[in-house]
């Protein structure tokens, strides 16, 4: 059976959600999958970006990952997003790639794959949960299928508990309860991609 192609697509301001992702494809590819680790274009002006230290920082280091593009969901089995809060919603930068998949989406190519959702915020409850449920409402239009990590591991417990999608406090340390419980989520959804091929 092929390996399952795994499209990671993530935003990320100062590096959180960079890391996130990086744990997520580690996992992935030890999982047997075959992954394209992607970021979103920044949408913001280069002056704002430039502005702020830690966000010029990150970007940086960011620069040579492949920026997503809709056929890079088109050629994958299955979707893991990473988005940090902003406000309880996603970051504008994520919404701004979602809604440029309408063509994909009116050709059924997101229909029937597996997704999950992370996310990242400043505090405990910046409203983590609804970013993960309003990215999930979104993923139900096209009607690909919530592959969320539940309460399926006790990784996820240990790593706070959030049954939608791992969620990360900005500055805390990628410690490894964190990284069993991205691993995991990671690893859960390959192995339901794997299901569905089979």
Do not use: C
């Not at 744990?23 to 999982?31: K, L, T, V």
């Amino acid at each position: 059976m092929p390996a399952v192609k795994l499209a990671i697509v993530y935003y990320s301001t100062y590096g959180t959600g960079h890391t996130m992702a990086e744990i997520a494809a580690e996992a992935a590819r030890a999982a047997g999958a075959e992954v394209r680790l992607l970021r979103v274009a920044e949408t913001a002006p280069q002056e704002v970006v430039n502005g702020q230290e830690g966000w010029k920082a990150a970007a940086e280091k960011q620069k040579d990952i492949k920026v997503a593009t809709p056929e890079d969901l088109v050629w994958a089995d299955a979707f893991l997003f990473s988005s940090p809060t902003r406000y309880g919603q996603a970051a504008s930068q994520m919404r701004a790639f979602i809604d440029t998949l309408g063509p994909v989406w009116q050709q059924g190519a997101l229909a029937n794959k597996p997704v999950s959702a992370m996310t990242s915020a400043g505090n405990p409850h910046g409203g983590q949960e609804a970013t993960i449920l309003g990215l999930y409402t979104s993923f139900i239009h096209w009607g690909s299928l919530i592959a969320a990590p539940g309460y399926t591991d006790a990784a996820v417990g240990a790593a706070g508990g959030n049954p939608y999608g791992y969620s990360h406090t900005q500055g805390a340390p990628f410690d490894d309860k964190a990284k069993a419980a991205i691993g995991h989520q990671a690893r859960r959804l390959v192995e339901i991609a794997a299901k569905l091929q089979g």
